[in-house]
């Protein structure tokens, strides 16, 4: 399977998507589809005026059809996260799309309380395995129990969209690494760059089920990377070490 990473910096709504369309254009993709994995939140991070902005009406919006053109064009799955609006309530929503519109959405079911994110967001509580894909948000990273339901469930990659601060960066590594490990599943951690609220860490990685890296990116800068994954890993690994087979908690 082919992976496409982008560890951006998250600016205003039209800075960020004429980034993503730019950035796309100077790769040169061929026709092999290709998952493009972007951070969480990549239109608007967490500034309240672009989160309602974008929120409303988020999948009849400009920049909904932009993301649908692009996967159209250069033959793109695209996961990252991004604001919608549902009733009264705003969520923090991955997307995952194609040329055909939505595949799958899930919306953050682990708020982080520490940034009132909470006060921003109402939680989802769904977990959400959708072409083979575990669907997730940052904060919900320390929370091994949904990545053990999403294993249960088919999941043969985990998507972790990020806002990660530098401070906790070893955190970020060692958990992406910890759920790898634990569900023999290929993870996909992306994180975005730049400063906020917080001075964001970057340090995306890939890790095979093995806890190897497949692919890392050691710095905080912006930094977009394609790599092809073998899938044929976790079922080598899960033949001869299966640990679901001595799971008894459920």
Same mark, same amino acid.
């Given at each position: 399977?082919?992976?496409?990473?982008?560890?951006?910096?998250?600016?205003?709504?039209?800075?960020?998507?004429?980034? *993503?369309?730019?950035? $796309? !254009?100077?790769?040169? /993709?061929?026709?092999? @589809?290709?998952? &493009?994995?972007?951070?969480? +939140?990549?239109?608007?991070?967490?500034?309240?005026?672009?989160?309602?902005?974008?929120?409303?009406?988020?999948?009849?919006?400009?920049?909904?059809?932009?993301?649908?053109?692009?996967?159209?064009?250069?033959?793109?799955?695209?996961?990252?996260?991004?604001?919608?609006?549902?009733?009264?309530?705003?969520?923090?929503?991955?997307?995952?799309?194609?040329?055909?519109?939505?595949?799958?959405?899930?919306?953050?079911?682990?708020?982080?309380?520490?940034?009132?994110?909470?006060?921003?967001?109402?939680?989802?509580?769904?977990?959400?395995?959708?072409?083979?894909?575990?669907?997730? *948000?940052?904060?919900? $990273? !320390?929370?091994?129990? /949904?990545?053990?339901? @999403?294993?249960? &469930?088919?999941?043969?990659? +985990?998507?972790?969209?990020?806002?990660?601060?530098?401070?906790?960066?070893?955190?970020?590594?060692?958990?992406?690494?910890?759920?790898?490990?634990?569900?023999?599943?290929?993870?996909?951690?992306?994180?975005?760059?730049?400063?906020?609220?917080?001075?964001?860490?970057?340090?995306?990685?890939?890790?095979?089920?093995?806890?190897?890296?497949?692919?890392?990116?050691?710095?905080?800068?912006?930094?977009?990377?394609?790599?092809?994954?073998?899938?044929?890993?976790?079922?080598?690994?899960?033949?001869?070490?299966?640990?679901?087979?001595?799971?008894?908690?459920?």
């Amino acid at each position: 399977m082919r992976i496409m990473v982008y560890q951006m910096n998250v600016k205003d709504p039209a800075s960020n998507i004429d980034n *993503i369309t730019n950035k $796309l !254009r100077s790769i040169g /993709l061929n026709e092999e @589809q290709t998952l &493009l994995v972007l951070p969480e +939140l990549f239109l608007t991070g967490y500034d309240e005026h672009s989160i309602h902005k974008v929120g409303n009406n988020f999948f009849s919006s400009v920049y909904f059809k932009t993301l649908l053109s692009l996967a159209d064009k250069y033959n793109l799955m695209i996961y990252g996260s991004v604001p919608e609006k549902d009733g009264d309530n705003y969520y923090n929503t991955g997307i995952l799309i194609d040329k055909n519109g939505l595949i799958n959405k899930y919306r953050k079911s682990h708020l982080f309380r520490p940034m009132e994110e909470d006060k921003l967001f109402k939680a989802g509580r769904e977990v959400i395995v959708s072409k083979n894909l575990g669907l997730s *948000i940052c904060y919900d $990273l !320390r929370f091994p129990e /949904l990545y053990q339901k @999403q294993s249960e &469930l088919g999941a043969r990659i +985990l998507l972790v969209v990020a806002e990660w601060p530098s401070v906790r960066i070893d955190h970020w590594l060692s958990l992406l690494k910890a759920r790898a490990i634990e569900t023999q599943s290929f993870i996909v951690g992306v994180n975005r760059v730049g400063t906020d609220l917080y001075k964001f860490g970057g340090h995306s990685v890939i890790y095979d089920p093995y806890g190897e890296k497949e692919l890392f990116f050691d710095h905080d800068y912006e930094e977009i990377a394609l790599i092809d994954i073998n899938l044929d890993k976790i079922d080598l690994f899960r033949g001869s070490f299966n640990t679901k087979d001595d799971k008894w908690l459920h």
